[in-house]
């Protein structure tokens, strides 16, 4: 039974920083790609970043373009999230998922995941 376990969240003001890790447990991380999606209060989840599982591609929602950065250590079974520049609309709970992948690419639909974490809770003050 795979396992995603998200860390990393808490209260940072804007402008400020924040990494969120996401470790899997299992399965094996090869062939595996992951996601990062956010839900905020009265929002429907929606797609942040995602990784194939060999790291060669990525992809980010528009609205944290140049600021995130999703990366992974195969080694460790692990995913992060580096954000940057945070903002009071980044606030949401971010969960990290899972999915089965024999290309170098990654989905950004969230019906494309089979495995999620329970999240964890960004707050960006302003």
């Known amino acids: 039974q795979v396992q995603l376990v998200e860390s990393g969240g808490g209260l940072v003001q804007a402008g400020g920083s924040l990494r969120l890790s996401c470790a899997a447990s299992?399965?094996?991380?090869?062939?595996?790609?992951m996601g990062w999606f956010r839900q905020a209060p009265g929002k429907e989840r929606e797609f942040v970043a995602a990784?194939?599982?060999?790291?060669?591609?990525?992809y980010y929602a528009d609205s944290v373009k140049g600021r995130f950065t999703i990366s992974r250590d195969n080694a460790k079974n692990t995913v992060y999230l580096q954000m940057s520049s945070l903002k009071p609309e980044d606030t949401a709970v971010y969960y990290c998922?899972?999915?089965?992948?024999?290309?170098?690419?990654?989905?950004?639909?969230?019906?494309?995941?089979?495995?999620w974490g329970q999240g964890t809770q960004v707050t960006v003050s302003s």
């Open positions: 299992g399965r094996t991380f090869t062939n595996y790609a």
């Open positions: 990784i194939s599982w060999s790291a060669h591609s990525t």
């Open positions: 998922s899972g999915a089965d992948s024999y290309y170098s690419t990654a989905p950004k639909r969230m019906r494309e995941y089979d495995d």
